[in-house]
């Protein structure tokens, strides 16, 4: 199932002490949502809280969010300032399905992981809404 990420999703570099920092002095946290292409779950957890409504509306007030693809080669810069490609950093992580996502601190530390589906009022109350 093929899908789009949300346009309003964080342009990165994959510097994610950076992404943390620049998040924190706009008052939000980091959102990390690892997918896989063409993951019908992936599109399922996009289209409900992160496309359209308000589950849309409190995670784009709350969070800068960025998006890892746990088959990807591009490199991220992670928080103990080790550079893993996507699929290195997911298997660190210990992401084994999709979707993931990790929230990030306030301090450079995973703060919440949430992994696979979940129906928007449970992914809401697991981010704290």
């Known amino acids: 199932m093929h ?6 999703f964080k342009q ?3 510097e994610i002490p950076a992404d943390i920092q620049d998040a924190q002095t706009r008052g939000k946290k980091l959102l990390i ?14 289209q409900e809280n992160f496309a359209q ?3 849309r509306e409190k995670i784009e007030s709350k969070f800068d969010v ?4 746990v088959r990807g080669d591009l490199p991220v810069n992670w928080i103990d300032g080790t550079v893993y490609s996507e699929k290195q950093l997911a298997r660190k992580l210990g992401v084994f399905a999709t ?3 990790l ?9 919440k992981k949430i992994m696979g589906y979940k129906k928007p009022a449970v992914f809401m109350e697991l981010l704290g809404f």
């Open 3 to 8: 899908y789009e990420l949300p346009d309003w």
């Open 12 to 14: 990165t570099f994959l």
């Open 33 to 46: 949502f690892f997918h896989l292409d063409d993951c019908p779950y992936c599109a399922y957890l996009l």
């Open 53 to 55: 409504g308000a589950n």
């Open 66 to 69: 960025i998006a890892i693809n």
């Open 99 to 101: 979707p993931a996502v």
């Open 103 to 111: 929230v990030m601190g306030p301090k450079p530390e995973v703060s």
